[in-house]
């Protein structure tokens, strides 16, 4: 019975409650050990009985072995493996030992894992128990997090319990919390009075005293005649009780629990057991004194702290010999994964043979994800004496770490590394890993200068790798704006005599010329082009996406982005989706498929959490400011704008400043966005400044600064007839229309060239300033014409603010035009427009969560809402409604 426990339990039935109404809820317990975290899980699982409830625990013992949580709460479950799609089943059976393959995304398998228990979800409500989650093995503890922050609509609750004082996964995961602290004075008294061993009267004072209301200690702590005061001895107090209890058995139990101690599988403990002469009749009396109890195939010990009690009482030579019979175990079942973690842990010292058992088994195909390939070259490491092989191994980790997402580990594994690595190749090798892991984290300053030191180390040994790891500090160079380094790479390259040099000169030659605004950047730019075309490696495509971008070429940048993104989706590749999105999202915003581009953005921002890529959760959030921009949705603008401005002059401060300006602009603050605009052309990195030079004309004319935009003006002219697109020329037209007397002319060659492709947003903003022109010069009939167009436009990306000026215009223009009615229609979320959007190609639920990291249940409820706000009833409809307009999808009448 639980004491004192009421607003706890009624927190965690109003998330049954929740889960048997088809919602999801998740919630973290933390507190100190013997707190009661064990207790109310227990009690859950009472009160679930009308529920299906899956239960894992961590354990000290596993928390090597990759996936061994996974196991134990999913491994009921295989049977309904074939349900999932191809990929994911392959990922968890991969996962959960059912199959070899190193070569899975450790993202996968937590859509897998989601999609599994949505899965068993629609049967009946489902409760997962997570215990002592702080020894969870990492891998277990990864998926499990990244598929419970994607519940949503499913009938399912989640329990992880966690030591205040060891550290998890979910310490940072963004998960609601429960804090369990001690038990009240009363309650802890009632607790006392539990004990099988009744406290005298008075001593009780003093155990309460000593226990500070912790169940475990009350329960536990010996009454002898001489309660200790100190409240922090109680845990060594509790552990020496348990000590105690495992010196009274018999010694053939002893050996027993001690191999229990390092497998809790039974079908394992018990054969490995038998090897050192104990039978299934020795658990009894461990069994009896409670220390112990076989649940559902496992051996779960009473505590935790069982385990430092066993390993006290127990002598090296008996925990050897535990690992040496359950390696011959699992030798002869097979599993050489687990005979080469079990030889691992019989080592002493340095091992050759233990690593090299490692190394095979990470090597040839028959481990569970790439999570493993990292811990298992990691442990053979440490078993190494030798240093340049001990160095080799740990970079293959630091790799294999890489690989997978796990940046921190990486950079750890790869620092390690280099401690023990003296060859140029071998350092050059751990320079690509920490380059990696530093881009990723923003801090391309820093990639810069590891791979341009690296190049040149090796530049006589090995050429073609030189001139790759220039170009990767070319590329670094160019994602921190800084154009001398690009300069000193490109100058580095040529004198190095590598064979890419040409291709780092063309990088640096593209990138200074954008920097400048003046000199000749396309000619570079489709030289790299050119010369990567047909390239299919995922980091090649995206920076040829990159420069299709900087060509004003959204169209291809958008179909590369496109292939990448159903790749990575039909894949599961979550990491690859986090680096692709960014490009899809620009290309998106500029091709004026603005739903789309905010979806994906979105998607790309929780992904990049997940991933812990930090430079692509930049690009997106300017994507998502500049589309709040365009909307007129000023607070969010700023919100989102705050960290880029606050970081200083890069890139991103750069697109979040134009930002902020168009949102001025679009608002009729013309003053403050000429101020910003004119400080942006005077910083570094103007080249991303580019797409904000007809903002800046724009914003001069207003406030009388003709001389300022004339100069802008130019620049963008001269930028525009290099790229040759109609739409850019189109923009040079209208910048020039503002700015002499030839209006009429340019304006008219502005409105046919939109016509002819391009950002149909730029497209209405010309047709409303010639509008307004032509209302000015009385051309009244010509000038309803072109707003119309741009209205029409405007209300249908949700431009308000400019939607706004053109209803003006065209009231100025003697016409009755109705306010847009912005209530009538509710607008999607992103995550409704993603769905949304695959439903209507005929994609069924399960296809879509596939691709979106979504449970197919979840699925379904974001089309139940977004059915009515389309007003449509059925999928068929649905699909009638997008290719009415498949532009401009998403919303009933757009």
Same mark, same amino acid.
């Given at each position: 019975?639980?004491?004192?426990?009421?607003?706890?339990?009624?927190?965690?039935?109003?998330?049954?409650?929740?889960?048997?109404?088809?919602? #999801?809820? !998740?919630?973290?317990?933390?507190?100190?050990?013997?707190?009661?975290? #064990?207790?109310?899980? =227990?009690?859950?699982?009472?009160?679930?009985?009308?529920?299906?409830?899956?239960?894992?625990?961590?354990?000290?013992?596993?928390?090597?072995?990759?996936?061994?949580?996974?196991?134990?709460?999913?491994?009921?479950?295989?049977?309904?493996?074939?349900?999932?799609?191809?990929?994911?089943?392959?990922?968890?059976? &991969?996962?959960?030992?059912?199959?070899?393959?190193?070569?899975?995304?450790?993202?996968?398998?937590?859509?897998?894992?989601?999609?599994?228990?949505?899965?068993?979800?629609?049967?009946?409500?489902?409760?997962?128990?997570?215990?002592? $989650?702080?020894?969870?093995?990492?891998?277990?503890?990864?998926?499990?997090?990244?598929?419970?922050?994607?519940? =949503?609509?499913?009938?399912?609750?989640?329990?992880?319990?966690?030591?205040?004082?060891?550290? #998890?996964?979910?310490?940072?995961?963004?998960?609601?919390?429960?804090?369990?602290?001690?038990?009240?004075? #009363?309650?802890?008294?009632?607790?006392?009075?539990?004990?099988?061993?009744?406290?005298?009267?008075?001593?009780?004072?003093?155990?309460?005293?000593?226990?500070?209301?912790?169940?475990?200690?009350?329960?536990?702590?010996?009454?002898?005649?001489?309660?200790?005061?100190?409240?922090?001895?109680?845990?060594?107090?509790?552990?020496?009780?348990?000590?105690?209890?495992?010196?009274?058995?018999?010694?053939?139990?002893?050996?027993?629990?001690?191999?229990?101690?390092?497998?809790?599988?039974?079908?394992?403990?018990?054969?490995?057991?038998?090897?050192?002469?104990?039978?299934?009749?020795?658990?009894?009396?461990?069994?009896?004194?409670?220390?112990?109890?076989?649940?559902?195939?496992?051996?779960?010990?009473?505590?935790?702290?069982?385990?430092? $009690?066993?390993?006290?009482?127990?002598?090296?030579?008996? @925990?050897?010999?535990?690992?040496?019979?359950?390696?011959?175990?699992?030798?002869?079942?097979?599993?050489?994964?687990?005979?080469?973690w079990h030889r691992s842990a019989m080592a002493t010292g340095p091992d050759e043979e233990a690593a090299v058992a490692l190394e095979t088994a990470a090597s040839t195909g028959a481990v569970r %994800?790439?999570?493993?390939?990292?811990?298992?070259?990691?442990?053979?490491?440490?078993?190494?004496?030798?240093?340049?092989?001990?160095?080799?191994?740990?970079?293959?980790?630091?790799?294999? /770490?890489?690989?997978?997402?796990?940046?921190?580990?990486?950079?750890?594994?790869?620092?390690?590394?280099?401690?023990?690595?003296?060859?140029?190749?071998?350092?050059?090798?751990?320079?690509?890993?920490?380059?990696?892991?530093? =881009?990723?984290?923003?801090?391309?300053?820093?990639?810069?200068?590891?791979?341009?030191?690296?190049? !040149?180390?090796?530049?006589?040994?090995?050429?073609?790798?030189?001139?790759?790891?220039?170009?990767?500090? %070319?590329?670094?160079?160019?994602?921190?704006?800084?154009?001398?380094?690009?300069?000193?790479?490109?100058?580095?390259?040529?004198?190095?005599?590598?064979?890419?040099?040409?291709?780092?000169?063309?990088?640096?030659?593209?990138?200074?010329?954008?920097?400048?605004?003046?000199?000749?950047?396309?000619?570079?730019?489709?030289?790299?082009?050119?010369?990567?075309?047909?390239?299919?490696?995922?980091?090649?495509?995206?920076?040829?996406?990159?420069?299709?971008?900087?060509?004003?070429?959204?169209?291809?940048?958008?179909?590369?982005?496109?292939?990448?993104?159903?790749?990575?989706?039909?894949?599961?590749?979550?990491?690859?989706?986090?680096?692709?999105?960014?490009?899809?999202?620009?290309?998106?915003?500029?091709?004026?498929?603005?739903?789309?581009?905010?979806?994906?953005?979105?998607?790309?921002?929780?992904?990049?959490? =997940?991933?812990?890529?930090?430079?692509?959760?930049?690009?997106?959030?300017?994507?998502?400011?500049?589309?709040?921009?365009?909307?007129?949705?000023?607070?969010?603008? &700023?919100?989102?704008?705050?960290?880029?401005? /606050?970081?200083?002059?890069?890139?991103?401060?750069?697109?979040?400043?134009?930002?902020?300006?168009?949102?001025?602009?679009?608002?009729?603050?013309?003053?403050?966005?000429?101020?910003?605009?004119?400080?942006?052309?005077?910083?570094?990195?103007?080249?991303?400044?580019?797409?904000?030079?007809?903002?800046?004309?724009?914003?001069?004319?207003?406030?009388?600064? +003709?001389?300022?935009?004339?100069?802008?003006?130019?620049?963008?002219?001269?930028?525009?007839?290099?790229?040759?697109? +109609?739409?850019?020329?189109?923009?040079?037209?209208?910048?020039?229309?503002?700015?002499?007397?030839?209006?009429?002319?340019?304006?008219?060659?502005?409105?046919?060239?939109?016509?002819?492709?391009?950002?149909?947003?730029?497209?209405? @903003?010309?047709?409303?300033?010639?509008?307004?022109?032509?209302?000015?010069?009385?051309?009244?009939?010509?000038?309803?014409?072109?707003?119309?167009?741009?209205?029409?436009?405007?209300?249908?990306?949700?431009?308000?603010?400019?939607?706004?000026?053109?209803?003006?215009?065209?009231?100025?223009?003697?016409?009755?035009? @109705?306010?847009?009615?912005?209530?009538?229609?509710?607008?999607?979320?992103?995550?409704?427009?993603?769905?949304?959007?695959?439903?209507?190609?005929?994609?069924?639920?399960?296809?879509?969560?596939?691709?979106?990291?979504?449970?197919?249940?979840?699925?379904?409820?974001?089309?139940?809402?977004?059915?009515?706000?389309?007003?449509?009833?059925?999928?068929?409809?649905?699909?009638?409604? &997008?290719?009415?307009?498949?532009?401009?999808?998403?919303?009933?009448?757009?």
């Amino acid at each position: 019975m639980l004491h004192g426990r009421s607003e706890e339990t009624a927190r965690i039935d109003a998330m049954l409650g929740q889960a048997r109404a088809g919602r #999801s809820g !998740v919630l973290v317990l933390r507190g100190e050990a013997g707190i009661g975290k #064990s207790a109310l899980l =227990d009690d859950a699982a009472a009160r679930a009985d009308d529920m299906r409830v899956l239960r894992t625990d961590g354990t000290e013992s596993e928390t090597g072995f990759p996936f061994s949580g996974l196991h134990l709460l999913l491994g009921r479950q295989t049977g309904r493996l074939d349900a999932l799609p191809a990929p994911q089943a392959r990922a968890l059976r &991969v996962a959960l030992g059912q199959e070899t393959g190193g070569d899975v995304d450790r993202y996968l398998v937590g859509l897998a894992v989601l999609t599994l228990l949505a899965e068993l979800a629609e049967e009946r409500p489902l409760l997962c128990l997570v215990d002592d $989650a702080h020894w969870l093995d990492p891998a277990s503890a990864e998926a499990l997090i990244f598929a419970v922050r994607r519940l =949503d609509a499913e009938a399912i609750a989640v329990i992880v319990a966690v030591r205040t004082d060891e550290p #998890s996964p979910f310490d940072r995961a963004g998960l609601p919390e429960l804090p369990i602290g001690p038990l009240a004075e #009363s309650a802890a008294a009632e607790v006392l009075a539990q004990r099988s061993d009744p406290v005298p009267g008075h001593l009780r004072p003093d155990l309460l005293t000593e226990a500070q209301g912790n169940p475990l200690a009350l329960l536990e702590l010996p009454v002898d005649g001489e309660p200790r005061r100190v409240p922090s001895s109680r845990f060594q107090r509790l552990h020496e009780v348990f000590a105690e209890r495992v010196r009274r058995l018999p010694e053939a139990t002893r050996r027993l629990l001690v191999v229990a101690a390092s497998s809790a599988d039974a079908s394992v403990v018990f054969p490995a057991a038998e090897r050192l002469g104990c039978t299934r009749d020795d658990l009894a009396p461990a069994e009896q004194a409670q220390l112990v109890r076989l649940v559902e195939g496992r051996l779960v010990l009473r505590h935790p702290l069982l385990f430092s $009690a066993l390993r006290e009482t127990s002598e090296a030579g008996s @925990r050897l010999a535990a690992h040496e019979a359950l390696a011959e175990v699992y030798a002869a079942r097979g599993d050489v994964c687990s005979y080469a973690w079990h030889r691992s842990a019989m080592a002493t010292g340095p091992d050759e043979e233990a690593a090299v058992a490692l190394e095979t088994a990470a090597s040839t195909g028959a481990v569970r %994800g790439s999570a493993a390939v990292s811990a298992m070259y990691e442990r053979a490491a440490e078993l190494t004496a030798d240093r340049a092989r001990r160095g080799r191994r740990l970079t293959v980790a630091a790799e294999a /770490a890489a690989d997978t997402g796990q940046l921190d580990r990486a950079a750890t594994l790869a620092d390690q590394a280099a401690d023990h690595v003296t060859h140029p190749l071998q350092l050059a090798d751990i320079a690509l890993v920490r380059a990696a892991v530093l =881009d990723s984290r923003d801090r391309p300053r820093e990639a810069h200068r590891l791979l341009s030191d690296a190049a !040149v180390a090796v530049a006589d040994l090995a050429p073609s790798l030189a001139g790759h790891l220039l170009f990767r500090a %070319g590329r670094a160079a160019a994602h921190a704006g800084d154009f001398g380094a690009l300069d000193r790479t490109a100058a580095r390259a040529e004198e190095l005599g590598v064979p890419s040099a040409h291709l780092v000169a063309a990088l640096s030659r593209a990138f200074a010329a954008q920097n400048a605004l003046t000199d000749a950047s396309v000619a570079p730019l489709r030289v790299l082009v050119e010369e990567t075309t047909g390239c299919d490696r995922h980091l090649e495509l995206l920076d040829i996406g990159w420069w299709h971008i900087m060509l004003a070429d959204f169209d291809s940048a958008d179909d590369i982005a496109a292939r990448l993104a159903a790749v990575a989706r039909q894949q599961g590749a979550a990491g690859l989706l986090a680096s692709v999105l960014p490009l899809l999202a620009c290309a998106q915003l500029m091709r004026g498929r603005h739903d789309d581009a905010e979806a994906n953005a979105t998607e790309g921002l929780r992904i990049a959490a =997940d991933t812990g890529q930090r430079r692509h959760a930049v690009t997106l959030t300017t994507v998502l400011a500049s589309l709040a921009a365009i909307r007129g949705a000023e607070q969010r603008c &700023v919100e989102l704008t705050a960290e880029p401005i /606050a970081r200083g002059v890069t890139p991103g401060n750069i697109h979040a400043a134009g930002a902020l300006s168009l949102l001025d602009l679009g608002l009729g603050r013309y003053e403050a966005a000429f101020g910003r605009l004119s400080g942006m052309l005077g910083a570094r990195h103007r080249g991303g400044a580019m797409v904000s030079l007809p903002d800046l004309v724009e914003a001069a004319t207003r406030v009388d600064r +003709p001389a300022d935009g004339l100069s802008a003006a130019r620049q963008y002219a001269e930028w525009a007839g290099r790229v040759r697109q +109609p739409w850019t020329r189109a923009i040079a037209l209208r910048c020039q229309a503002l700015l002499d007397g030839n209006a009429d002319d340019r304006y008219a060659q502005a409105v046919a060239l939109h016509q002819q492709g391009g950002p149909p947003f730029e497209r209405a @903003r010309t047709e409303l300033l010639y509008g307004e022109w032509l209302r000015r010069a009385r051309r009244i009939s010509e000038a309803r014409i072109v707003l119309h167009s741009a209205l029409e436009i405007f209300d249908r990306l949700q431009a308000q603010p400019w939607s706004a000026r053109a209803r003006a215009e065209l009231r100025a223009a003697g016409e009755s035009v @109705r306010a847009a009615d912005t209530g009538a229609v509710q607008r999607l979320t992103p995550q409704e427009h993603q769905v949304v959007q695959l439903a209507a190609r005929g994609l069924s639920n399960r296809e879509i969560g596939a691709q979106l990291f979504l449970s197919p249940r979840t699925v379904g409820y974001h089309l139940y809402k977004a059915y009515p706000k389309l007003g449509v009833g059925s999928r068929s409809e649905l699909a009638s409604l &997008v290719a009415a307009r498949p532009e401009y999808p998403a919303r009933a009448g757009a």
